[in-house]
């Protein structure tokens, strides 16, 4: 049985999707980023990071989006996230979703963790930063609308574990303030996601899941 950490509206919702998905068997713990559970003792025993998602597994815990989405894919191969038998194509899903990772997620986090670049103190800095987030998630994501996003799913005609991080993270957006007319791909993208019975519930076990204690 899989172990998964999670807090709600984060990227961990991906991994959550994607277990249901697989038909994994898994239970979850949900902490609470208000009542600061991520740096608590027993969650920083489990993952130092003090981020989520963390999963445990028989081997050990894993963390990262990109790294918990692959292991899921290959893990239950007979759920077919992921073109596991074709050595370009897979590493061309590793480039998306580390992409969402490396460069969108990071872009997005200036707006509520500025201090990890400048000190607490530096308001003028931090004020910039999140002036300046609703047009550099537009950028970011221009990216995807244009050159990334292949059909009616990110890799194409086949659902791959992309697309439950791409529609996580584009759950932002609006939140971001970003002018969502000129994504018009990504919105039909998030709003055939939504429609997904997995996604469905991941989101209710999200919602009505009582936090840790």
Same mark, same amino acid.
């Given at each position: 049985m899989l172990k998964f950490y999670y807090a709600p509206n984060t990227c961990a919702l991906a991994t959550h999707i994607a277990l249901i998905d697989a038909g994994a068997p898994y239970e979850t713990v949900r902490l609470s980023f208000k009542d600061q559970d991520q740096r608590k003792p027993?969650?920083?025993?489990? *993952?130092?990071?003090?981020?989520v998602p963390s999963l445990v597994t028989e081997n050990g815990v894993l963390t990262e989006?990109?790294?918990l989405l692959v292991y899921i894919a290959q893990r239950f191969p007979r759920a077919n996230l992921a073109p596991l038998d074709d050595p370009f194509a897979l590493a061309q899903v590793q480039a998306f979703n580390n992409y969402l990772c490396s460069t969108v997620h990071v872009t997005h986090a200036h707006k509520m963790r500025g201090t990890r670049w400048v000190d607490p103190e530096d308001t003028a800095a931090l004020d910039a930063m999140k002036r300046k987030i609703p047009v550099s998630m537009l950028q970011v994501f221009e990216l995807i609308? *244009?050159?990334?996003?292949?059909?009616?799913?990110?890799?194409?005609?086949?659902?791959?574990?992309?697309d439950p991080y791409l529609f996580t993270i584009a759950g932002w957006l609006e939140g971001d303030k970003v002018d969502m007319a000129k994504l018009p791909r990504v919105s039909a993208h998030f709003a055939r996601m939504a429609e997904r019975a997995n996604v469905k519930r991941a989101i209710a076990e999200q919602t009505s899941e009582?936090?840790?204690?």
């Open positions: 027993g969650y920083l025993a489990v *993952n130092p990071k003090g981020r989006t990109p790294a609308e *244009n050159d990334m996003l292949k059909g009616p799913w990110v890799m194409g005609e086949q659902y791959t574990i992309c009582p936090a840790l204690a």
